[in-house]
């Protein structure tokens, strides 16, 4: 009688493909809205940095004789608008505009919120009831509503959306990190950290902080697309980045008046804001996806 | 000589919404230069609370409640928090139980322990560096150079517990309070870490305070035991004392729920019933319910902690009114389990 087969034996090592590494399994699954919207957004930054080379208009040379021409006419890929300017060329200098005013506008509330964050939830106490009201009173306003209010009293232009949209978003940053700091207080890691008698800044910036502000740079990425709406909202409100200056807000209000006849000329720089919101929002996934991951 | 450090009549309090429980209630202690002392008791008995209250460090809602934190000799319970908790982490530092929550997950070991030479003690960094790859090799990690640079979760858990160990002597501490130390580890790893904590007691002659519910890893460390209950000391004195002698009811039922292999027994003695609930006020000898010797003193009388009449040598101290029939104990309950049977 033969002996009979074993399908596992526990003395034998088992087949090297049975021992694969869990890093390598990991790494073959695909994050595929990180790759996305990282791939989708770079394409229009790419777009937005190269701008003269991919249109040889001026994005703000008026020329009369050739307003409202259509997309498809010749030399002018996406059509002209009212004043002959080149849509082209508009929506690719506008992304520069844009783009750069949104990114900026979110790190300062990010830095802000984050640090006012962090001090509220580890110290705790009236100064953290303080900072509680400030946030509550902030919120009870509509963010969209306060932002126009202070960018009509300090008059439009860059400068103006900066300030209002830092002391608007940073209500959101503080609270999402002094959550965050009041969960990571009671680990172990930050009491080893105290009872080390580590200066409290270093115990805040090094332990806590990089354990927390995961959350908060998830939010980032939703807060740009919002921030990136409100300015173009300021911007069809005639409050926003001034004219000439191309920005895809001031092309949708143009736009707005031929809505019946000319859709196009609001479609194209809207599509444009809905692109680059959807590529932000699949990055946001995937940073969820690849933290939750490890 | 003054001891390291002495701890007089600790109360803590846990606010509820209806009461407040008393989780602590008189706990006192003391600490030799150099040695090792332990804390046992069951989960719930306030020991983790004790030794975080004597630091300052109490979580959220619990409250200090009362008693004094003697340094050298020195109170350090009335000085501003800054001073005193400056005071006390200059000269203590602490292990945790769970390796993975104590530690940094985002911080590379090496830096972490390398950490306080360099921010509090003002090394430069290389010989920061060098200290914590010193430190490494001390608590027995293989291969310190290059474990320096892995992150938490690359270690296994007993390799997390001798990185913990070794940030906790990276402040040179006189004292390490060590919570549990070894209850996240299985028996072996157990075992060589208890070796780490007993071989630097030894050499760098560190002063150790552990608290667990295991009286058989205390037993392998210290030379000198508290017993608590409830959230009170109910017997202390030497280890050797304590194993064959105990002198309160409670030690010698822990005891004999613990397989001993010189002396089979048939049965392990459990101790019946449940602690008191801490949060209404107690008469009695709050070990009295469970108690297979109480008799209507207990239940009516708290015994206070008191040295032992007759203790050769070594101090020792007891909190039962019958400390004097504590020989005739062993006898009692043997026959009792043989009536049962």
């Given at each position: 009688m033969s002996a009979p087969t074993v399908?596992?034996?526990?003395?034998e090592p088992p087949e090297?493909?049975?021992?694969?590494p869990r890093r390598r399994l990991r790494g073959r699954r695909r994050n595929t809205p990180l790759v996305a919207g990282l791939t989708l957004f770079s394409l229009i930054a790419l777009v937005a940095l190269c701008a003269p080379l991919l249109t040889?208009?001026?994005?703000?040379q008026q020329s009369l004789n050739e307003a409202f021409l259509a997309p498809g006419a010749a030399g002018h890929p996406l059509g002209t608008d009212a004043l002959g300017r080149d849509v082209w060329a508009r929506l690719l200098y506008g992304a520069r505009v844009d783009l750069s005013v949104a990114v900026l506008a979110v790190v300062s509330p990010f830095v802000i919120g984050s640090l006012i964050g962090l001090v509220a939830g580890w110290f705790g106490g009236w100064i953290d009831t303080i900072i509680g009201r400030v946030i509550d009173v902030v919120i009870a306003f509509p963010f969209l509503v306060l932002i126009i209010a202070l960018v009509f009293t300090m008059g439009p232009g860059t400068t103006s959306i900066y300030v209002a949209i830092t002391l608007v978003g940073w209500v959101a940053y503080a609270r999402i990190v002094r959550a965050q700091v009041l969960v990571a207080k009671e680990q172990e890691y930050a009491m080893a950290a105290r009872v080390s008698g580590l200066p409290t800044w270093r115990i805040l910036l090094r332990h806590l902080m990089p354990n927390v502000v995961l959350q908060a740079i998830v939010f980032s990425m939703s807060d740009i697309v919002l921030t990136l709406l409100a300015i173009v909202t300021l911007g069809f409100l005639g409050?926003?980045?001034?004219?000439?200056?191309?920005d895809w807000g001031t092309m949708i209000q143009e736009g707005q008046q031929f809505i019946l006849s000319k859709w196009y000329m609001s479609t194209i720089p809207g599509l444009a804001v809905v692109l680059t919101g959807l590529s932000l929002a699949l990055i946001a996934d995937g940073i969820v996806e690849k933290a939750n991951r490890r | 000589m003054t001891p390291l450090l002495e701890v007089h009549d600790l109360h803590v309090d846990i606010p509820l919404s209806h009461a407040r429980l008393?989780?602590?209630?008189?706990v006192s202690l003391v600490v030799g230069t150099g040695e090792a002392v332990g804390l046992v008791g069951e989960s719930g008995s306030g020991k983790s609370l004790a030794l975080r209250a004597l630091l300052g460090m109490?979580?959220?809602?619990?409250?200090?409640?009362g008693g004094t934190v003697l340094l050298d000799g020195e109170d350090?319970?009335?000085?501003p928090a800054k001073q005193r908790h400056r005071k006390l982490t200059d000269a203590m530092s602490m292990i945790f139980q769970d390796s993975l929550t104590a530690l940094?997950?985002?911080?590379?070991v090496g830096d972490q322990i390398a950490e306080a030479p360099l921010r509090?003690?003002?090394?430069?960094r290389s010989e920061a560096n060098a200290i914590a790859v010193d430190l490494m090799g001390k608590v027995g990690i293989p291969d310190p150079e290059r474990r320096f640079?892995?992150?938490?979760?690359?270690?296994?858990g007993g390799m997390r517990q001798r990185i913990c160990i070794a940030i906790a002597l990276s402040t040179k501490p006189r004292l390490i309070l060590a919570d549990?130390?070894?209850?996240?580890?299985?028996v072996t790893i157990q075992a060589q870490v208890l070796g780490v904590l007993r071989r630097l007691k030894e050499e760098e002659h560190v002063a150790m305070l552990l608290v667990s519910h295991d009286l058989a890893v205390v037993s392998q460390a210290c030379s000198r035991l508290y017993v608590m209950y409830a959230g009170k000391v109910v017997e202390s004195g030497r280890l050797v004392d304590l194993v064959s002698a105990p002198k309160h009811p409670y030690t010698f039922s822990l005891l004999r729920s613990v397989p001993d292999p010189d002396h089979r027994v048939d049965r392990l003695l459990t101790i019946d019933g449940q602690p008191p609930d801490l949060s209404e006020p107690l008469t009695g000898c709050s070990f009295a319910p469970r108690c297979?010797?109480?008799t209507d003193r207990c239940r009516g009388e708290d015994p206070a902690l008191e040295h032992v009449e007759g203790a050769v040598g070594a101090p020792r101290q007891s909190a039962c009114w019958h400390v004097d029939s504590a020989d005739r104990w062993a006898k009692g309950v043997q026959a009792e389990m043989e009536r049962q049977h």
């Open positions: 399908a596992f034996d526990p003395l090297p493909d049975v021992l694969v040889n208009h001026d994005p703000i409050l926003g980045v001034p004219p000439p200056t191309p | 008393h989780a602590v209630r008189g109490l979580p959220v809602p619990v409250r200090f409640a350090v319970t009335g000085l940094n997950p985002v911080m590379r509090k003690l003002g090394k430069s640079r892995s992150y938490p979760h690359e270690l296994s549990e130390p070894t209850t996240a580890l299985d297979p010797f109480a």
